[in-house]
């Protein structure tokens, strides 16, 4: 495939980006192969996700150049697996007979085959999963941010190459082999060069490390550096994520800082179980156990307090963030 992106069309090329022959036929792989077609990180997703970027895309240079050029190969990569999963289906059962299902053999690789192959594809490929759940255009990623969308197409990419890693291991044909070689290859081109983009919006001054590069000091600043320890695993502070030049606190025994979630009273024409009392009740419940567990901290606090004079720390967080604290006061006075 190829595009001209100055008169905005596309063109057909009448050969594949690579050779789509497998040795032998093998319905059952037909089906697998499906997943890189149709899947939630096949092709057609990365297809339409490059697509829509590049077209959505702002700016004329670079960037659209090479999310429409990518775009375009991944359209070639779509006729090339339909290829292959045409070319495996060949000589597959169209009928299934009883005779047939009593031979384990047969019976095995009938199992194994998407039936919607035959009936609604004619023996071919269809725009769907290994499953048969049909695509979907909720796969795609295309914010019109370059860099949410560049980290995205890098982890398309890495699901993509390790689902094609998995194939690879699930048949023995040298055909089809060679096919997945070469898509392994191009997803680790395209994991590079996406990372490589992603390096180069920075240097060029038009994105930073956070998406969006706004809003930094309307945002709250005390919850903007801080991580909630809310499982039972304790290894979570350890991690260099709590060191370093801009380091986060890790919260090791964080409190809710709101109220009950509780819903309004329904609509009475929609018929909702709602009892007056029993919100009340439930508001007053949950209102005496939050007074009862800051009262109950305080008094630790207080008691800790009193053994350890010198100690600065409450024990609540991995270290004291002295830096962090002032650039949040800094901001606050800028407001």
Same mark, same amino acid.
């Given at each position: 495939?190829?595009?001209?992106?100055?008169?905005?069309? %596309?063109?057909?090329? $009448?050969?594949?980006?690579?050779?789509?022959?497998? *040795?032998?036929?093998?319905?059952?792989?037909?089906?697998?192969?499906?997943?890189?077609?149709?899947?939630?990180?096949?092709?057609?997703? +990365?297809?339409?996700?490059?697509?829509?970027?590049?077209?959505?895309?702002?700016? *004329?240079?670079?960037?659209?150049?090479? #999310?429409?050029?990518?775009?375009?190969?991944? !359209?070639?990569? +779509?006729?090339?697996?339909?290829?292959?999963?045409?070319?495996?289906?060949?000589?597959?059962?169209?009928?299934?007979?009883?005779?047939?299902?009593?031979?384990?053999?047969?019976?095995?690789?009938?199992?194994?085959?998407?039936?919607?192959?035959?009936?609604?594809?004619?023996?071919?490929?269809?725009?769907?999963?290994?499953?048969?759940?049909?695509?979907?255009?909720?796969?795609?990623?295309?914010?019109?941010?370059?860099?949410?969308?560049?980290?995205?197409?890098?982890?398309?990419?890495?699901?993509?190459?390790?689902?094609?890693?998995? #194939?690879?291991?699930?048949?023995?044909?040298?055909?089809?082999?060679?096919?997945?070689? %070469?898509?392994?290859?191009?997803?680790?081109?395209?994991?590079?060069?996406?990372?490589?983009?992603?390096?180069?919006?920075?240097?060029?001054? #038009? *994105?930073?490390? !956070?998406?969006?590069?706004? %809003?930094?000091?309307?945002?709250?600043?005390?919850?903007?550096?801080? !991580?909630?320890?809310?499982?039972?695993?304790?290894?979570?502070?350890?991690?260099?994520?709590? *060191?370093?030049?801009?380091?986060?606190?890790?919260?090791?025994?964080?409190?809710?800082?709101?109220?009950?979630?509780?819903?309004?009273?329904?609509?009475?024409? #929609? %018929?909702?179980?709602?009892?007056?009392?029993?919100?009340?009740?439930?508001?007053? $419940?949950?209102?005496?156990?939050?007074?009862?567990?800051?009262?109950?901290?305080?008094?630790?606090?207080?008691?800790?307090? $009193?053994?350890?004079?010198?100690?600065?720390?409450?024990?609540?967080?991995?270290?004291?963030?002295?830096?962090?604290?002032? $650039?949040?006061?800094?901001?606050?006075?800028?407001?």
């Amino acid at each position: 495939m190829t595009v001209d992106e100055g008169v905005g069309m %596309f063109r057909h090329t $009448k050969r594949l980006q690579f050779e789509a022959k497998p *040795e032998r036929p093998d319905p059952v792989y037909a089906r697998k192969l499906q997943e890189l077609v149709g899947g939630a990180y096949g092709e057609m997703s +990365v297809t339409m996700q490059y697509l829509f970027q590049g077209w959505n895309c702002r700016m *004329e240079g670079k960037y659209k150049d090479l #999310l429409m050029d990518t775009a375009t190969e991944e !359209i070639g990569h +779509v006729e090339m697996l339909a290829t292959m999963v045409a070319r495996l289906l060949e000589g597959a059962p169209a009928t299934m007979t009883a005779e047939a299902v009593e031979d384990p053999v047969m019976a095995a690789v009938l199992g194994g085959m998407d039936p919607l192959q035959a009936i609604m594809a004619g023996g071919g490929a269809l725009p769907a999963n290994c499953q048969g759940v049909p695509w979907n255009g909720g796969y795609i990623v295309a914010s019109g941010n370059l860099l949410a969308d560049f980290r995205a197409n890098a982890a398309a990419e890495a699901q993509g190459r390790l689902q094609t890693a998995r #194939l690879y291991n699930m048949t023995d044909d040298p055909g089809v082999k060679a096919m997945l070689q %070469f898509n392994l290859a191009r997803d680790t081109v395209h994991q590079k060069q996406w990372l490589k983009a992603i390096e180069e919006l920075e240097a060029d001054g #038009l *994105e930073t490390a !956070i998406v969006p590069n706004a %809003f930094f000091d309307e945002e709250d600043q005390v919850h903007n550096r801080t !991580i909630w320890g809310l499982s039972d695993g304790t290894d979570g502070p350890s991690g260099g994520w709590t *060191e370093g030049d801009d380091p986060l606190e890790y919260l090791l025994d964080p409190e809710p800082l709101g109220g009950p979630g509780t819903a309004p009273p329904p609509d009475p024409a #929609l %018929f909702g179980t709602y009892s007056t009392v029993q919100d009340v009740k439930g508001t007053v $419940k949950a209102t005496a156990q939050a007074v009862k567990k800051n009262v109950s901290a305080s008094v630790t606090k207080k008691a800790t307090a $009193k053994k350890s004079p010198a100690k600065k720390s409450t024990g609540k967080t991995t270290t004291a963030k002295k830096a962090g604290a002032k $650039k949040a006061s800094k901001s606050a006075r800028k407001r």
